[in-house]
């Protein structure tokens, strides 16, 4: 990746394709012309581009707009949701064709809208895993169905053994559910539970908002796995990534230079 100038303290980025440090970039319709000026605008910063929900069933140009993230080195694969879609009218193998027909690589398994038994999505996980990569997403998209930390470490880990290449923590596209409460805060309590027990560079956290993305880059650092990223907040990210923003200003900045500054909102100025 190539900056435009040189510029010290700055966090080291992996380069694609990335194991670690993974944005995730949510397409809800985005046209031919515009796919084309995302990839040449900020195609270096984002690895994976999902169909949101249902879209893939209705956006015009399917097939294109697959070969131009392909092309450009970008994962697209359906959303959850159209798993499930599948599944309520039991079509697994429907899905899979589907998958194939479009030369998808990277897929999701997800029980957000539906109850999956969890030894049948394991299955799933487990038949698509042979020959695609698979993500898996844990946490329901309904605010009123509470899952303890036991239970979302239990289905972590048995998906991740069962053949998924990374976790989803469910947050939806709202912010709001999952592993976080309704007014968009992160449930600290439930995360640190989860990452005593599952790596964190097995996670990717779905993190729409932009104190959202905070708050997990300063926990985990720079290179924390990131989804549901809006297409025109996938440079903002990175540059909250590096600390290039006052919400990560301090973050890379040496001790001995931080101690002499203060932050004053998004500014920051000498200390008198």
Known sequence: MNNNFNLTYIPKRPDKPRESGTTMMMDKGLSLRQIEDLIESSGDFFDI????????FVTKDLE????????????????GTLF?????????????????????????????SIIIPHEQKLEYISKLAKDRTVMSEVGSKDAGIIISPAKWIKMMSTELEAGSWKVIAEGRESGTVGVFRPNGTAHTYLINKIIAKIDPNSILWEAPKKTQQV???????ANVNLGNIAPNEVIPLECLRLGLRGDTFFEYLPEKIGKNLKPVGDEVTEDD
């Open 49 to 56: 581009a999902k169909f949101g929900f249902g879209t893939a």
């Open 64 to 79: 294109e707009k697959i070969k131009l993230y392909q092309s450009a080195g970008i994962r697209p694969y359906f959303g």
């Open 84 to 112: 499930e879609l599948f599944i309520a009218r039991n079509k697994f193998d429907d899905y899979r064709k589907l998958i194939d027909k479009f030369g998808l690589d990277l897929c999701e398994v997800s029980d957000g």
């Open 215 to 221: 708050w997990f880059i300063r926990l985990f650092g």
